[in-house]
């Protein structure tokens, strides 16, 4: 298997983070795709990846996945242990509930501010929006209350056990220092929970 990656963007960190967690990430064949480059729109990726999209994952009897989240749950399927997105039913609805809790509320709303307001991503996002820009930004700062509220009597994120949630809640607050703010920092008990997945042995 070939995973196509970007190190430090979020998507791409979701699921080597992912097959870390799984202690698998040594079984796949790593190849770099730079965004910033623009690598990810040559005709060569996209023969790969159609929508110019990172991560990808070609198997080895050819057949391409794109999607962080799908590439996560063949994973989940391939490498069982140990279980990252639920053991039963239940766990696995208050898993994805919080995994798409986190992902369209905290991490598309901070990704919108980022993309029309960064310098950086100028040349990606054509025409950058401030009205964009801020709403974003609103959004992604309120569901940080509303994370930190909920981290104030739970451990963890979802099943009151380490999953994919925890996993895509931390890319995103790491995500967050591009545009210089910490909601970790801001506030207490997400503070708390980002310091325990670091012991973990992610990347902080």
């Keep these: 298997m070939k995973l196509y990656h970007t190190p430090g963007a979020p998507n791409p960190d979701r699921v080597t983070f ?9 079984a796949l064949d790593l190849e770099e795709v730079s965004i ?12 790969v990846s159609p929508f110019a999209q990172v991560p990808a994952l070609v198997l080895d009897d050819g057949t ?17 242990d140990p279980n990252l ?10 898993i994805e509930m919080w995994d798409r809790r986190v992902e369209m509320m905290f991490f598309i709303q ?65 995500f967050c220092r591009v545009m210089k703010w910490a909601p970790t920092k801001e506030h207490e008990h997400l503070g708390r929970w980002f310091e325990a997945m670091k012991a973990r042995g992610f990347a902080g």
């Design 18 to 26: 992912f097959l870390r967690a799984k202690g698998k990430l040594d």
């Design 110 to 174: 901070f990704a919108t501010w980022f993309r029309n307001a960064h310098e950086m991503m100028a040349p990606l996002e054509v025409p950058q929006s401030a009205e964009a820009a801020a709403k974003g930004e609103k959004n992604a700062k309120k569901m940080a209350e509303r994370i930190n509220a909920h981290l104030a009597d739970h451990e963890f994120l979802a099943a009151d056990r380490f999953s994919i949630a925890d996993i895509t809640l931390f890319i995103t607050c790491g």
């Design 36 to 47: 910033m480059k623009q690598e990810h729109k040559t005709p060569q990726y996209r023969d």
């Design 64 to 80: 391409k996945i794109t999607e962080s989240r799908a590439i996560c749950t063949y994973f989940e399927n391939v490498f069982p």
């Design 85 to 94: 997105m639920g053991a039963d039913a239940k766990e696995k609805a208050l």
